[in-house]
């Protein structure tokens, strides 16, 4: 007996040992799932934010293509109403899609300035078919949609920590300027 009160402090050592080992794989493998689970968290919330950008991006796109058609727009590629009409009824279902994603795994302030954006978006249609619509008009209501596409960007930026990025403006060279309106 009295060996094996001799060996017991280092079976204690052992057992505490291998008790601290398992403590801290343990703790390190929490922290890495927790680290994995974000990543995947904020890769979802990063393409629903993309696809939701996408199909308003392609409906603005479709717009500016009849715009141009009817004298309005400078877009390179025109596109007469009658056609374009399939291709926006496909853009809505798109966006419709695009955004129950986004409302599913959006923050609430990009959420809402998503909203914004589709609203000017919409403001963007009313006008093309408005009977007052003019070069100018258009040019306005385009700039309004783009200030508010930044604004949804600036808000996915700040909601997913990243630094600023660019407005988006991009400018012509003054050849392709001139030609456009």
């Known amino acids: 007996m009295s060996d094996f009160i001799k060996q017991l402090p280092a079976l204690l050592g052992v057992m505490i040992g291998a008790f601290g080992s398992y403590v801290v794989v343990m703790r390190g493998d929490r922290a890495r799932f927790r680290r994995e689970h974000a990543a995947r968290w904020q890769e979802r919330q990063l393409a629903a934010y993309t696809d939701y950008a996408l199909t308003l991006k392609r409906t603005v796109t479709l717009h500016r293509r009849v ?19 399939p291709l926006l009824v496909d ?21 809402e300035a998503a909203h914004k954006w ?10 093309l078919r408005a009977p007052g619509c003019t070069a100018d008009t258009w040019s306005a209501q385009i700039d309004k949609q783009r200030m508010a596409r930044e604004k949804y960007y600036t808000a996915i930026r700040r909601d997913m920590e990243l630094p600023p990025g660019h407005s988006g403006r991009w400018q012509l060279p003054p050849a392709l300027a001139e030609e456009r309106p």
């Open 67 to 85: 715009a141009a058609h009817l004298g309005h727009d400078g877009y390179p590629h025109p596109l007469p109403p009658a056609e374009a009409t």
């Open 91 to 111: 853009a809505a279902d798109a966006r419709s899609a695009a955004g129950e994603g986004l409302l599913m795994l959006g923050a609430p302030e990009v959420v």
């Open 118 to 127: 589709a609203l000017t978006v919409m403001e963007v249609e009313g006008l």
